[in-house]
């Protein structure tokens, strides 16, 4: 009988630098550190946004699990691009919210790829971890300390 580890959790570390700029790493990976920081009117823009976060991996993880379906099916693209679009409304209170996430994803599919393509047409979303984590909603614990 197969048993499924759980995977190690994703650390990622942010450090403030000024304003609202912080210092973003992705600990155990070789991912370089980058700035991620809120556009105007609260900051300048110097790197993603939170938001903007959110979007890349929504749709990095729809296009991996699009790629990994492709790829068991034997089939094939000759390029792959995905456009997140993400919607901001305000809630009751007036605060400002993710409303919405829009994905296009783009497959560039030989002719003869099409009919192995189409199999996974639908079922790769519901192997998105992110995806399907946002959809359902997300518990978010916070602690909060002091020194």
């Given at each position: ?41 609260l ?47 305000r ?5 400002l ?19 192995r ?10 192997y ?17 300390t002091?020194?």
């Amino acid at each position: 009988m197969a048993t499924h580890e759980e995977p190690l959790p994703t650390t990622v570390t942010l450090e403030r630098r000024e304003g609202y700029e912080f210092l973003v790493r992705v600990e155990g990976t070789n991912v370089p550190e980058f700035f991620a920081e809120e556009g105007p009117p609260l900051g300048e823009a110097r790197g993603p946004s939170p938001d903007a976060m959110l979007g890349a991996a929504v749709g990095s993880c729809l296009a991996s699990s699009l790629l990994f379906c492709v790829g068991k099916a034997h089939a094939s693209v000759d390029a792959l691009r995905a456009t997140v679009s993400i919607r901001k409304s305000r809630n009751e209170r007036g605060r400002l919210r993710i409303g919405g996430i829009e994905v296009e994803i783009h497959a560039d599919v030989p002719e003869e790829q099409h009919e192995r393509f189409e199999r996974c047409r639908a079922l790769f979303e519901d192997y998105c971890t992110v995806t399907a984590s946002v959809r359902q909603g997300i518990a978010v614990e916070v602690k909060l300390t002091t020194s």
